[in-house]
């Protein structure tokens, strides 16, 4: 047994759960400039963020059933009900131009702040109530 924990490259995919595909497909796609790549009608909708990271929109009624026996993808259940969070990394030089952006195409911004350490963050929701962070990655640093 090794005591050491083997190394991650990163964050591959993040799932956030919506019953209406279509209205989390207009609004990835159409506000926010995300390009979806692959969906199956009533279960889910993926999303390009960068050329090695996806956003998931999973249909929680449909992913909380087990795979059937023998299923080819035989990925366990899963979901979620209720607001989760996602958050973006923006170029701080960009975050009005996103405020403009949001606010043009009639969604509310539901804080804009900056944290103590100066950077900022922009908060949203999606039409399923996820909140959705616009920030500044030096939130973290």
């Not at 956030?16 to 989390?24: G, I, K, M, R, S």
């Not at 889910?44 to 090695?52: C, I, K, N």
């Not at 929680?60 to 899963?78: F, N």
């Amino acid at each position: 047994m090794t005591d050491r924990t083997p190394p991650v490259l990163g964050t591959l995919e993040t799932a956030l759960y919506a019953e209406d595909l279509d209205a989390a497909t207009a609004f990835w796609r159409d506000v926010m400039g995300l390009a979806p790549f692959q969906a199956v009608p009533g279960r889910h909708v993926f999303f390009r963020v960068t050329p090695s990271q996806v956003l998931l929109v999973f249909n929680p009624a449909a992913t909380e059933q087990p795979p059937k026996p023998g299923a080819r993808l035989p990925v366990p259940p899963h979901g979620a009900r209720g607001p989760g969070h996602f958050c973006l990394a923006v170029d701080p030089g960009h975050l009005d131009a996103w405020r403009r952006h949001l606010t043009g195409h009639g969604i509310a911004i539901e804080a804009d702040f900056s944290w103590p350490n100066g950077a900022r963050s922009i908060y949203l929701r999606d039409p399923a109530g996820n909140s959705i962070e616009l920030a500044d990655p030096a939130i973290w640093r």
